[in-house]
């Protein structure tokens, strides 16, 4: 993993693209967290 955050780091735009992909999965845990709040399921009749 560290020689993968060096490589990114390394390239032109590789701080935007750590960012970007932190940005992505607060996002997605965001969602799952809502989701598992706000989700209703029915049971089967």
């Given amino acids: 993993?560290?020689?993968m955050f060096d490589a990114f780091r390394s390239s032109p735009f590789g701080t935007w693209l750590i960012g970007f992909v932190a940005l992505g999965l607060v996002?997605?845990?965001t969602y799952s967290l809502l989701?598992?709040?706000y989700r209703r399921v029915e049971p089967e009749s």
């Fill in 1 to 3: 993993m560290a020689e």
């Fill in 27 to 29: 996002a997605f845990g």
């Fill in 35 to 37: 989701e598992a709040i």
